[in-house]
């Protein structure tokens, strides 16, 4: 069965960074694509950055130029660096991985940005 297991999150000042990891173990991991995804409170889950086994990246346009996400595919890890962090960047942060047949949820970690 595989698991994704985060972490990283925490409470950063507005204008601080953070980087956010995720690592997935057990099971069959040849994930298409891993990404990030990140639940406000009393908001939907939204997409924040995916990125292909090819290297091909997307990311919510709120976070453009603020988040990079890089993954290794051999180590089946995927991180999220956020920078110049907003209040409206907190949140609970999901790790996301999807194979043809299956998606995988991490547990989540939580994101606080303090003004």
């Known amino acids: 069965q595989v698991q994704l297991v985060e972490s990283g999150g925490g409470l950063v000042q507005a204008g601080g960074s953070l980087r956010l990891s995720c690592a997935a173990s057990g099971g069959n991991s040849n994930f298409n694509t891993m990404a990030w995804y990140r639940q406000a409170p009393g908001k939907e889950r939204e997409l924040v950055a995916a990125i292909t086994r090819g290297g091909s990246i997307s990311s919510a346009d709120s976070v453009k130029g603020r988040f990079t996400i890089s993954r290794d595919t051999a180590k089946n890890t995927v991180s999220l660096q956020m920078n110049s962090l907003k209040p409206e960047d907190t949140a609970v942060y999901y790790c996301?991985?999807?194979?043809?047949?299956?998606?995988?949820w991490g547990q989540g970690t939580q994101v606080t940005v303090s003004t």
């Open positions: 996301n991985a999807r194979t043809i047949l299956r998606t995988y």
